[in-house]
């Protein structure tokens, strides 16, 4: 799992903490090696999981699960141009950003079968960033 991340302090050292922790157990639920996870912690903090197939309708692109401390999760393919540039597909959506790693992984079954009819077609405002004291709070159940 890459991190990038500004200057540690205690709130976000809690923050990293138990983000690491809960992509660990997303990865885990995906089936997927939690070293093809990014992270940045620089504001608003996001991440990325490559995934190893392909999305019916874009078989010739690289497929990422994206989280957003925000929007929460959502899957985006590359496009033709640069690995860092994405185009989304659907938006998982819920409650929390802390989707469940059963329901994150239960979504990204879901597009790979071409089934489309629990996603969301926008962007959800799940909560709005506050900082990483509030976010970690937000990530409390992987202490």
């Not at 205690?10 to 939690?34: H, P, Q, W």
């Not at 957003?68 to 985006?76: K, P, V």
């Not at 079954?109 to 900082?131: F, I, K, N, V, Y």
């Amino acid at each position: 799992m890459t991190t990038s991340t500004p200057a540690p302090t205690e709130a976000g050292l809690e923050l990293k903490t138990r983000l690491n922790a809960y992509l660990e157990d997303v990865a885990a639920a995906l089936g997927i090696r939690r070293d093809a996870c990014t992270v940045d912690l620089a504001g608003p903090v996001t991440a990325r999981m490559r995934l190893n197939w392909r999305l019916p309708g874009f078989p010739e692109r690289d497929v990422d699960l994206m989280w957003h401390e925000e929007h929460g999760w959502s899957a985006a393919v590359v496009t033709h141009s640069d690995d860092d540039h994405h185009v989304v597909v659907a938006y998982l959506g819920g409650r929390t950003v802390a989707s469940q790693p059963r329901l994150v992984a239960r979504f990204a079954e879901t597009l790979r079968t071409g089934d489309h009819q629990d996603c969301w077609p926008g962007a959800p405002t799940l909560r709005t960033a506050g900082g990483p004291s509030a976010l970690a709070k937000e990530l409390s159940a992987w202490a």
